[in-house]
């Protein structure tokens, strides 16, 4: 994976059952135009920045049972329309049979082809682990009004707009859209995770290790009762 090409022109192009990546710019389709970040948080990676990002900071969000034997990590893009469509289903089955009743540990993980991906991510962490699923659902479920709200102004208002929704204030909102140094970091960590588990689509699904993409619920279902069950 490119590492310097992630944000910089868009690297998405759709596929069957997912949007995949790329890392090279001429084979790409742009999903949603390129546009800086208002303020500092541009967060381009260059030669000179590469690798240099620290992400201690940077933590994983999580809900259901921490010591579940059964780990799922989805990686998705809050631009990908098949990653809302999964929220806007299966997730909440899933949620209903298996995180909210405590049977497995679910992490979520941003992927970001393009810097509003990256400006939503910002937004939905602004608040921390106690709002990040809440903002999660509304932006997932806003995706298609805010991604098409115009210029990039007009798309980090609706992206706001979702933030004081979720009952933050302007001063915190524009403190994390202004982070530049945050901003950086999330991209290294993406890239880091991205390599580390082979994620070339979204949604993808690492359960117990084991990389997995974009599925049928029931298939889901039967893969985690299996794992509870070994």
Not at 7 to 12: K, N
Not at 138 to 144: N, V
Not at 176 to 194: D, P
């Amino acid at each position: 994976m490119n590492r310097r090409n992630i944000l910089l022109g868009s690297v998405a192009a759709l596929g069957v059952g997912g949007w995949y990546l790329s890392g090279t710019r001429g084979a790409s389709t742009v999903a949603f135009p390129d546009a800086p970040l208002p303020g500092a948080a541009n967060a381009q990676t260059t030669d000179a920045t590469e690798g240099a990002a620290d992400t201690s900071g940077i933590v994983d969000m999580v809900e259901g049972n921490p010591d579940s034997p059964v780990e799922i990590i989805e990686y998705a893009s809050f631009t990908c329309p098949h990653c809302a469509a999964f929220h806007a289903g299966p997730y909440k089955q899933l949620k209903a049979d298996y995180i909210d009743t405590g049977k497995i540990r679910f992490v979520y993980r941003e992927v970001y082809f393009d810097r509003f991906g990256l400006w939503a991510s910002l937004v939905a962490r602004c608040g921390g682990q106690e709002k990040f699923f809440g903002m999660t659902d509304l932006i997932y479920a806003g995706q298609a009004q805010w991604t098409r709200a115009g210029d990039p102004a007009a798309i980090v208002e609706e992206l706001r707009k979702i933030g004081r929704l979720a009952g933050l204030d302007n001063e915190t909102l524009e403190a994390c859209l202004q982070n530049g140094e945050r901003a950086e970091s999330l991209v290294a960590w993406y890239q880091a995770n991205a390599e580390a588990d082979n994620i070339d689509s979204t949604p993808s699904f690492v359960i117990n290790g084991k990389k997995y993409s974009n599925m049928r619920y029931e298939d889901m279902k039967e893969i985690i009762e299996d794992a509870l069950a070994g």
